[in-house]
């Protein structure tokens, strides 16, 4: 019924950038928040970024100053710009988004399938 597809990983040298696209699709009414969460090997999922439908901005603090989280509304996508990558922002990054199915008013989160980005150093 819904589905998040991402797409823009891959493999990068470190200093170097990716953009990563989220784009929400199937019977939706609206979407609140959206978001990137990524996992690395051996380690718990940890939020990226997050962009509410209005409001502010959060970002992970190891990731501030390099990574813009975006969002174009009319396309139900959203964007994380990711610059100056080290090594250690290898991970499975996943969207996520709070989004209101059909006529509403329930509101359900979902993922996407998840998309590898490596930063060689």
């Known amino acids: 019924q819904v589905q998040l597809v991402e797409s823009g990983g891959g493999l990068v040298q470190a200093g170097g950038s990716l953009r990563l696209s989220c784009a929400a699709s199937?019977?939706?009414?609206?979407?609140?928040?959206m978001g990137w969460y990524r996992q690395a090997p051996g380690k718990q999922r940890e939020l990226v970024a997050v962009?509410?439908?209005?409001?502010?901005?959060n970002y992970a603090d190891s990731v501030k100053g390099r990574f813009t989280i975006s969002r174009d509304n009319a396309k139900n996508t959203v964007y994380l710009q990711m610059n100056s990558l080290k090594p250690e922002d290898t991970a499975v990054y996943y969207c996520?988004?709070?989004?209101?199915?059909?006529?509403?008013?329930?509101?359900?989160?979902?993922w996407g399938q998840g998309t590898q980005v490596t930063v060689s150093s």
């Open positions: 996520n988004a709070d989004i209101v199915r059909g006529f509403g008013p329930y509101v359900y989160n979902y």
């Open positions: 962009i509410p439908e209005g409001g502010m901005i």
């Open positions: 199937g019977s939706i009414f609206s979407i609140n928040a």
